[in-house]
């Protein structure tokens, strides 16, 4: 391997290499540095509700299944038998007692300890200590707010020291009322042909796409059609100019430390800015504009809309409830899965809504979805062309030019959302992760970005 | 066994509603639909024996369509607008319909016409798709003719290998 980081991110120019979206080598550092250390979502909680339920999922390349056990408490291991290799679980999701090999029959519990071993003292004659062969254990997982993540590394900080200043924006996300979130029923899963990178850094800082990409969905009036009304309009509209000023969008930009970052819609007036969302909407965000207010503190009750990623792979869109992670599949082929998100306690109409409004926008055939698809794609296939990997990507918008924040609900943060300063970001935490610095020198680094450690809700 | 006339009747009529849909002609396929109808298709996920009941979401959960006549209504004007990118240039579709069965609906002029599924696109140079799976379609005579009251698909695969569904199934 000959992979030089400092070549592959310029920090100073904003500029990325293609190498990144397409080098099998490039790729291997990423699955020995990215996801062998960082927290990696696995299930919300409210999938895996009842002892016994599980979930099946990804982390990096790594087939994991995630238990409730009968002891209530939430496990994580490597689905892969410790006997001859097969995996041991074969369904997406489900509830069972144990797993049991399909090859030999080696069964273990809901916590991965080897229960069974068919034959046993006639053909081991003692010789087999269970104990040492069990599933192997993600040594780490710990929750926030519902969401239950995985860490390979022993070593790593603590999830809430990992996820640092997105908290301001999580808990936004997963914490507006006193009951928290649940996802609604089935997992959208989906190929596509694309670096799995393409799709984190647009998500949490690309408000230069939509009046482009999402060109059309803006005209037919998609707004409307998606909150499930009878005004979307049948003629198209034009769409916002492309040229000028961009009109005033009161707002900010967090880009953080270790990749991560969001960009947060503030509204003029909660009354104005949700006046187009239907019934029962638009009173659920009324009646619970107090709640959200007294738990998260005046600016939270402000926000319209937030994009946020989670280094790597996770990402949220408020505004379509949805949250999805980009597994990869190599270098050029990422599984997309997504859910959506609710209140729990919102009545069976508003999370209905809520759903209708998060598939219309943001699932395989939602109107904003299906266009970014092919971009992503066709990005990642000329990253692979002999002449064109030589020419690297355009990050720097507005370098240079931040307006950064004193006052901010986090320490970095920029007054505007008009800029690239999010993707850069996420591309100098990937180069810092990549290059495989230790947990120490990551936090100096933080710590050198982001100001002396800071709690989420400085404001509050 | 459905009286044979009414049977080419109803083939005729699938037959000719996926000539529409492969001839781009958006606009006259969605005139055989009712102002009422229903465009669904849940999501599957793989699960073992006795977990059936599971496999595939419930009208309340998830899933890729859950369209009425304005939704769909506005996913043809997106595509007519020229920037609707995963349908520029347009997708090239091939509908194939089979082993068509046809059993009672819920009202007098109703039918309920079951049939196996496969739809296949291609776009751009070498992109390709294809979609199987089964369709459960609500057909309700109306002034003399049919229309497409509901349309249920049933897909057969739990991770779908297309980058999007901006197509019609």
Same mark, same amino acid.
């Given at each position: 391997?000959?992979?030089?980081?400092?070549?592959?991110?310029?920090?100073?120019?904003?500029?990325?290499?293609?190498?990144?979206?397409?080098?099998?080598?490039?790729?291997?550092?990423?699955?020995?540095?990215?996801?062998?250390?960082?927290?990696?979502?696995?299930?919300?909680?409210?999938?895996?509700?009842?002892?016994?339920?599980?979930?099946?999922?990804?982390?990096?390349?790594?087939?994991?299944?995630?238990?409730?056990?009968?002891?209530?408490?939430?496990?994580?291991?490597?689905?892969?038998?410790?006997?001859?290799?097969?995996?041991?679980?074969?369904?997406?999701?489900?509830?069972?007692?144990?797993?049991?090999?399909?090859?030999?029959?080696?069964?273990?519990?809901?916590?991965?300890?080897?229960?069974?071993?068919?034959?046993?003292?006639?053909?081991?004659?003692?010789?087999?200590?269970?104990?040492?062969?069990?599933?192997?254990?993600?040594?780490?997982?710990?929750?926030?707010?519902?969401?239950?993540?995985?860490?390979?590394?022993?070593?790593?900080?603590?999830?809430?020291?990992?996820?640092?200043?997105?908290?301001?924006?999580?808990?936004?996300?997963?914490?507006?009322?006193?009951?928290?979130?649940?996802?609604?029923?089935?997992?959208?899963?989906?190929?596509?042909?694309?670096?799995?990178?393409?799709?984190?850094?647009?998500?949490?800082?690309?408000?230069?796409?939509?009046?482009?990409?999402?060109?059309?969905?803006?005209?037919?009036?998609?707004?409307?059609?998606?909150?499930?009304?009878?005004?979307?309009?049948?003629?198209?509209?034009?769409?916002?100019?492309?040229?000028?000023?961009?009109?005033?969008?009161?707002?900010?930009?967090?880009?953080?430390?270790?990749?991560?970052?969001?960009?947060?819609?503030?509204?003029?007036?909660?009354?104005?800015?949700?006046?187009?969302?239907?019934?029962?909407?638009?009173?659920?965000?009324?009646?619970?504009?107090?709640?959200?207010?007294?738990?998260?503190?005046?600016?939270?009750?402000?926000?319209?809309?937030?994009?946020?990623?989670?280094?790597?792979?996770?990402?949220?869109?408020?505004?379509?409830?949805?949250?999805?992670?980009?597994?990869?599949?190599?270098?050029?082929?990422?599984?997309?899965?997504?859910?959506?998100?609710?209140?729990?306690?919102?009545?069976?109409?508003?999370?209905?809504?809520?759903?209708?409004?998060?598939?219309?926008?943001?699932?395989?055939?939602?109107?904003?979805?299906?266009?970014?698809?092919?971009?992503?794609?066709?990005?990642?296939?000329?990253?692979?062309?002999?002449?064109?990997?030589?020419?690297?990507?355009?990050?720097?918008?507005?370098?240079?030019?931040?307006?950064?924040?004193?006052?901010?609900?986090?320490?970095?943060?920029?007054?505007?959302?008009?800029?690239?300063?999010?993707?850069?970001?996420?591309?100098?935490?990937?180069?810092?992760?990549?290059?495989?610095?230790?947990?120490?020198?990551?936090?100096?680094?933080?710590?050198?970005?982001?100001?002396?450690?800071?709690?989420?809700?400085?404001?509050? | 066994?459905?009286?044979?006339?009414?049977?080419?009747?109803?083939?005729?009529?699938?037959?000719?509603?996926?000539?529409?849909?492969?001839?781009?002609?958006?606009?006259?396929?969605?005139?055989?639909?009712?102002?009422?109808?229903?465009?669904?298709?849940?999501?599957?996920?793989?699960?073992?024996?006795?977990?059936?009941?599971?496999?595939?979401?419930?009208?309340?959960?998830?899933?890729?369509? /859950?369209? !009425? @006549?304005? %939704?769909?209504?506005?996913?043809?004007?997106?595509?007519? #607008?020229?920037? &609707? *990118?995963?349908?520029?240039?347009?997708?090239?579709?091939?509908?194939?319909?089979?082993?068509?069965?046809?059993?009672?609906?819920?009202?007098?002029?109703?039918?309920?016409?079951?049939?196996?599924?496969?739809?296949?696109?291609?776009?751009?140079?070498? /992109?390709? !798709? @294809?979609? %199987?799976?089964?369709?459960?379609?609500?057909?309700?005579? #109306?002034?003399? &003719? *049919?229309?497409?009251?509901?349309?249920?698909?049933?897909?057969?695969?739990?991770?779908?290998?297309?980058?999007?569904?901006?197509?019609?199934?």
């Amino acid at each position: 391997m000959s992979v030089n980081v400092d070549e592959l991110v310029d920090r100073e120019r904003g500029l990325v290499s293609r190498r990144i979206l397409w080098d099998e080598d490039v790729y291997q550092l990423e699955l020995d540095h990215i996801f062998t250390r960082c927290w990696l979502f696995l299930v919300h909680q409210s999938q895996i509700s009842k002892p016994g339920q599980y979930f099946t999922t990804w982390m990096g390349d790594e087939p994991v299944i995630v238990t409730r056990g009968q002891d209530n408490r939430i496990y994580a291991m490597i689905n892969s038998c410790r006997h001859r290799g097969n995996r041991v679980c074969r369904a997406d999701a489900g509830q069972t007692g144990s797993f049991m090999c399909a090859y030999h029959g080696w069964t273990y519990g809901l916590d991965g300890s080897l229960i069974g071993v068919p034959g046993d003292e006639d053909r081991y004659q003692g010789d087999l200590d269970r104990s040492q062969w069990g599933l192997v254990r993600v040594p780490r997982v710990e929750s926030y707010k519902g969401l239950v993540f995985g860490n390979f590394d022993p070593t790593a900080p603590s999830l809430e020291e990992y996820l640092g200043q997105t908290r301001w924006a999580l808990d936004y996300i997963l914490d507006q009322r006193d009951g928290g979130t649940e996802a609604v029923g089935g997992v959208y899963k989906w190929l596509i042909n694309s670096n799995w990178k393409l799709g984190a850094d647009n998500i949490m800082g690309d408000n230069y796409h939509g009046a482009v990409t999402h060109r059309s969905a803006s005209m037919v009036g998609h707004m409307t059609m998606a909150r499930g009304e009878g005004n979307g309009r049948r003629r198209p509209q034009p769409a916002l100019p492309l040229e000028g000023k961009l009109p005033p969008r009161p707002g900010f930009t967090a880009p953080l430390a270790w990749g991560h970052g969001f960009m947060t819609d503030l509204q003029r007036s909660r009354e104005a800015d949700f006046a187009d969302y239907p019934e029962p909407l638009r009173g659920y965000y009324r009646d619970t504009q107090p709640e959200l207010e007294s738990r998260l503190g005046p600016v939270a009750a402000q926000v319209k809309k937030i994009n946020l990623t989670v280094f790597p792979n996770l990402c949220f869109n408020t505004s379509s409830n949805t949250m999805r992670v980009w597994h990869p599949r190599g270098p050029h082929k990422t599984e997309v899965w997504l859910w959506i998100v609710v209140d729990k306690d919102a009545p069976a109409e508003v999370k209905r809504r809520m759903r209708q409004v998060g598939q219309r926008h943001f699932s395989p055939a939602g109107l904003f979805e299906q266009d970014d698809m092919d971009n992503w794609e066709l990005s990642t296939r000329a990253a692979g062309g002999r002449i064109s990997r030589n020419y690297p990507l355009h990050y720097a918008m507005g370098l240079g030019h931040e307006d950064w924040a004193t006052d901010g609900v986090v320490t970095r943060q920029i007054n505007a959302i008009k800029d690239e300063s999010n993707q850069r970001a996420y591309y100098s935490g990937w180069a810092d992760f990549v290059s495989g610095a230790s947990w120490d020198e990551l936090r100096r680094r933080r710590e050198a970005w982001e100001g002396a450690p800071a709690l989420a809700g400085a404001t509050r | 066994m459905a009286d044979p006339q009414l049977r080419s009747e109803i083939e005729e009529f699938l037959y000719l509603e996926a000539e529409l849909l492969d001839d781009r002609r958006l606009d006259d396929w969605l005139d055989l639909w009712t102002e009422d109808c229903h465009y669904w298709m849940p999501i599957r996920s793989t699960r073992v024996r006795g977990d059936e009941e599971d496999e595939l979401t419930k009208e309340w959960e998830n899933s890729y369509f /859950d369209d !009425d @006549k304005q %939704v769909m209504r506005q996913r043809i004007a997106k595509v007519e #607008t020229r920037f &609707s *990118w995963s349908e520029e240039p347009p997708s090239r579709t091939r509908h194939l319909l089979s082993n068509i069965r046809i059993r009672p609906g819920g009202g007098p002029d109703e039918l309920v016409v079951v049939c196996n599924f496969i739809v296949y696109r291609t776009r751009l140079s070498t /992109d390709e !798709d @294809k979609w %199987v799976g089964e369709r459960q379609d609500t057909l309700r005579r #109306t002034d003399g &003719s *049919w229309k497409i009251a509901e349309r249920k698909l049933f897909l057969d695969e739990a991770v779908l290998k297309s980058k999007n569904l901006s197509v019609f199934l």
